[in-house]
C-alpha cells in the first residue's frame, strides 16, 4: 500500500502563489508517476498536473504556463506551485499516484491511479 498526504492548501487572494506538497511513504517508488488533481465545488475531479519518473510533465491547459509541477525522489514528495491564481482555481486538490504507464496518456485520468491522498482546500479570493 501506498499512503499519500497532502499539505500547503489555503486562502489566498487572485493573483497570488501557492506551494503544494504531496509526501508519499509506504510501497512506492521513484519510477511511480505522480498526479494532482481538483474538484472544484460542485463538479467533477480533473486533472491538473503529473509527473511521471522519467521525468516528464503533462499538465491541463487551464494550468499550463501557471503551475509547475515536480518531485523530489529522495524525500518522496511531488510539489505543485501554483502561481498567478484564479478563482476558478479554487477546488480541493488531490495527489495521486500509480506505477509506470505504458501509454503516457493514462496520466491525464483518474482511473490510472489506485492510490489517492485525503485532499487539501484551496481557495482562491477575487
Known amino acids: 500500500q501506498v499512503q499519500l498526504v497532502e499539505s500547503g492548501g489555503g486562502l489566498v487572494q487572485a493573483g497570488d502563489s501557492l506551494r503544494l506538497s504531496c509526501a508519499a511513504s509506504g510501497r512506492t517508488s521513484s519510477a511511480y508517476a505522480m498526479g494532482w488533481f481538483r474538484q472544484p465545488p460542485g463538479k467533477e475531479r480533473e486533472f491538473v498536473a503529473a509527473?511521471?519518473?522519467?521525468?516528464?510533465?503533462y499538465y491541463a491547459a487551464s494550468v499550463k504556463g501557471r503551475f509547475t509541477i515536480s518531485r523530489d525522489n529522495a524525500k518522496n514528495t511531488v510539489y505543485l506551485q501554483m502561481n498567478s491564481l484564479k478563482p476558478e482555481d479554487t477546488a480541493v486538490y488531490y495527489c495521486?499516484?500509480?506505477?509506470?504507464?505504458?501509454?503516457?496518456?493514462?496520466?491525464?485520468?483518474?482511473?490510472?491511479?489506485?492510490?489517492w491522498g485525503q485532499g487539501t482546500q484551496v481557495t482562491v479570493s477575487s
Open positions: 509527473i511521471s519518473g522519467t521525468p516528464n510533465t
Open positions: 495521486a499516484t500509480t506505477p509506470p504507464q505504458y501509454y503516457t496518456n493514462s496520466y491525464y485520468y483518474r482511473s490510472a491511479y489506485p492510490y
